[in-house]
């Protein structure tokens, strides 16, 4: 393990109860909880956080945090709504939706400072104990690794599992962001013209995405596709772009869902969307033994014209 004892912009620190990882460096800000590898801030320095995070989260153990960008890793969403071959790879029941890398421990294994920019590498800390109880609930044999990479104008996020089984490994993922909008009645989403997607709402229909993504309630569906996306909000924009995928979240949960869901305030759902890079559905991943797949997103803002 590595530690910040000697780094010059990074320091551990606790909130709430959680440990987390801080990082002040000259040209932008970041934080991240070790359970989970949970990002929740980042900020250029004179920016507010490029991430949303709910002013009802709580830091503490087991609990997964509102906001930032969870892990979902080694599945997304419901277990039961996975491909077969992902199904496959747990047993029992009553296992949480997005899998249990975002409330197990994660541990510091790389730090890099330069005064143009900070990574990270961090990997599941076995000395933290036994897994959670669903971990005990998988059958794969996987090594895994976050790297974040911050930069004064970016932020980059990998997730790469190596297969270190001798059967193929099966699993479908999301680095699930949530970021912020004054108003999510004026907010749209530019590149999913034409896409199909998955609409969770609506019996899990096949439709077609016809112009801009625009938000009018609850909205939850799976895009088969992963463009560069350009995020447009009345007061900010962004520019979200994915490698190692070939599929797209795009969730707000409206004003009844938002009643029901934990941390997080009723009218939070007027200020803040998903958009998240994901293998989901049939863009579920196989990774044969001994090879390796890679999840990446890099959010940073529209070129300028
Ligand atoms: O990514 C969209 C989604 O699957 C929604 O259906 C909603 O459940 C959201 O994730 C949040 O899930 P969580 O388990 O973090 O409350």
Not at 15 to 36: E, N, R
């Amino acid at each position: 393990m590595t530690s910040v004892s000697a780094a010059r912009y990074t320091r551990q620190t606790l909130k709430g109860s959680l440990t987390t990882l801080q990082v002040q460096h000259p040209l932008f800000s970041a934080a991240l909880a070790l359970q989970g590898g949970h990002l929740f801030r980042f900020a250029p320095t004179g920016s507010d956080n490029w991430l949303w995070l709910s002013p009802d989260a709580h830091f503490e153990p087991g609990r997964a945090i509102r906001g930032g960008i969870p892990i979902c890793w080694p599945w997304f969403g419901d277990p039961d709504r996975n491909p077969e071959p992902v199904r496959a790879q747990f047993q029992g029941e009553s296992l949480p939706a997005h899998g249990f890398a975002r409330t197990r421990m994660w541990a510091l294994a790389g730090l890099s400072e330069t005064e143009q920019g900070v990574t990270l590498t961090l990997v599941p800390d076995d000395k933290a104990g036994p897994g959670t109880p669903p971990e005990a609930q998988w059958r794969g044999d996987a090594a895994v690794t976050l790297t974040f990479c911050f930069r004064p104008d970016s932020l980059s996020l990998e997730l790469t599992t190596t297969n270190t089984g001798t059967q193929p490994l099966a699993l479908t993922q999301a680095l699930h962001t949530y970021l912020p909008t004054a108003d999510i009645g004026c907010t749209s989403l530019r590149g999913l013209h034409g896409a199909t997607y998955l609409d969770t709402l609506d019996d899990w229909q096949l439709k077609t995405q016809s112009g801009e993504v625009i938000f009018n309630g609850e909205t939850d569906r799976i895009y088969q596709a992963a463009p560069t996306i350009s995020i447009n909000g009345p007061d900010q924009g962004f520019c979200l772009s994915a490698r190692g995928s070939a599929s797209t979240v795009v969730w707000n949960p409206g004003p009844d869902k938002a009643r029901r869901l934990s941390d997080f305030p009723d009218h939070g759902w007027t200020s803040m969307l998903c958009v998240e890079t994901a293998n989901a559905a049939s863009d579920f991943r196989t990774i044969e033994p001994e090879q390796q797949h890679t999840l990446a997103m890099t959010l940073s803002r529209p070129q300028a014209r």
